[in-house]
């Protein structure tokens, strides 16, 4: 017999939210969403730079009808405008005219990495090195010891442009970081801070150990590492000065746990949300309104740059096309909805101290919908009304979307930002979606697949929605 709920069950039922919405259909929605993972996880694989991010997409966008924009040009399906190959904004055509406004989702496409110093080689004692500058927020310490993958692009002293990737394929060489052994590390390193433990300046890269054999030489590693590069892809030393070499981890992306529930990777911040946003855009054929699809670049430090947010490539190209479609670009933007697509801080168990419990997302448990993010006293952030929370929380409640909602961290404990308040100062309205992520920043971020899936149904909903 059904037991029958008491009065005060009843009212909780009708007032109170919903603590375990997240547990209904588990099992059903986590098997659904595999083939999505896996596909994820296969991107995440060979698109691990920006640049090889916004390479594929304009790949992705060109097969599936979307063409270069031409402010000349009729616009078919849609058009996209490759910011010099580190960001990219797409838009399928809606319906409705563009004055009604836009569908965007903003995500970016950098990550922390290191990068190499403009004069990165030399030799010490017998083995050849790389200087680096690292690229974002990281704990440097968790960058030594692991087998790191050369990417960039470099050009050549005649002009050539070469795309270059060593470390990824399982027969390919390595590089590393060296860190100091325990038993040596007491006076040298056991007393530095967690920020100190590797330094900047000790962020220095293995590339090789072998010398030319001429003792008229100075530094004969440096001049075989050098001649090596030279014959595989016609470089000289000069060639570094301009090149863009970034240094990421050479792990593939792995499930987590016995029931393979989770995702490790590098860089799932952001590519969980780029890729979302990527293949949810592709889907939005014949939308309503005009959706725009914004990967950026230069987000990890700060937005800055001709590729980054804070840069005017979303007002130029939108003023741009609304010149085209003879809408007036104040009124496109004031009626744009837009999400800033960004990962969350997943409330971690074990550091359980820097999080307010019922403020925090958790793995596993939904999409993050966090309506400001920021630092102490809401600092650096643009907060999102009341009535667009409302309608955003409702156009997942409609599409029957698990999500979840809370802050970075405790009121004081830290802080961080997202391109949410580049993309609020056009004067559209925004809100920050992701997926919450453990151990962010580091070498192999971990997600949930349960999420990673649920965003992206949630994006396609996003753009379908009128
Ligand atoms: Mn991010
Ligand atoms: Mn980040």
């Not at 590797?198 to 001429?214: F, H």
């Not at 890729?275 to 937005?303: N, Q």
């Not at 453990?438 to 965003?455: G, I």
Request: hydrophobic fraction near 35%; include cysteine; charge should be negative.
């Amino acid at each position: 017999m059904k037991e029958e709920l008491s009065k005060a069950e009843l009212l909780q039922k009708e007032i109170m939210s919903k603590k375990d919405a997240y547990l209904e259909n588990l099992i059903t929605r986590l098997e659904e969403g595999r083939d999505y993972c896996n596909d994820y996880m296969a991107f995440l694989n060979f698109a691990k730079t920006e640049r090889e991010f916004v390479k594929k997409t304009v790949s992705l966008l060109e097969s599936n009808g979307f063409s270069r924009y031409d402010k000349s040009e009729k616009i078919g399906k849609g058009v996209y405008y490759n910011n010099r190959g580190k960001s990219l904004i797409a838009v399928t055509k809606g319906s409705r005219p563009l004055s009604d406004g836009f569908r965007m989702i903003a995500a970016h496409v950098d990550s922390p990495r290191l990068d190499l110093k403009p004069n990165p080689m030399y030799e010490s004692d017998s083995l050849g090195y790389f200087k680096t500058h690292y690229y974002g927020g990281i704990k440097k310490y968790q960058w030594a010891a692991i087998p790191l993958a050369m990417h960039g692009t470099v050009i050549t002293h005649d002009g050539k442009s070469i795309d270059i990737v060593i470390g990824e394929d399982d027969q390919d060489e390595v590089f590393c970081i060296t860190d100091l052994l325990p038993h040596l590390s007491g006076k040298a390193q056991d007393s530095r801070t967690t920020r100190e433990v590797i330094k900047g300046e000790e962020l220095n890269i293995l590339i090789g150990s072998v010398p030319i054999d001429d003792e008229k030489i100075k530094e004969p590693i440096k001049l075989n590492l050098m001649s090596i590069l030279n014959k595989k892809y016609g470089m000289v030393e000069k060639d570094f000065v301009s090149a863009e070499i970034e240094f990421v981890p050479a792990f593939k992306s792995r499930y987590i746990g016995f029931d393979k529930s989770l995702i490790g990777a590098y860089a799932q911040d952001d590519r969980v949300c780029a890729y979302a946003a990527l293949k949810a855009f592709l889907k939005s054929e014949t939308p309503e309104y005009w959706t725009m699809l914004v990967l950026a670049d230069k987000e990890e430090t700060g937005s800055d740059g001709n590729t980054g947010l804070a840069s005017s490539m979303i007002f130029e190209f939108v003023t741009s096309i609304s010149e085209k479609e003879n809408a007036d670009r104040r009124i496109v933007f004031m009626n744009s909805d837009c999400i800033s697509s960004d990962v969350a801080a997943g409330y971690d168990p074990t550091f359980s101290s820097v999080s307010d419990p019922q403020n925090s997302c958790y793995l596993g448990r939904g999409v993050s919908v966090e309506r400001y993010t920021g630092a102490a006293g809401k600092v650096y952030t643009s907060e999102a009304s009341a009535e667009y929370v409302w309608r955003i929380i409702k156009m997942l409640d409609d599409a029957g979307i698990i999500w979840q909602s809370g802050e970075l961290g405790k009121v004081d404990e830290g802080g961080g930002g997202t391109v949410a308040k580049f993309i609020a100062r056009l004067g559209a309205d925004v809100i920050d979606m992701g997926v919450p992520v453990l151990s962010m920043h580091s070498p192999f971020e971990v997600t949930s697949c349960l999420d990673v899936y649920e965003l992206y149904k949630a994006f396609k909903a996003f753009y379908k929605q009128s």
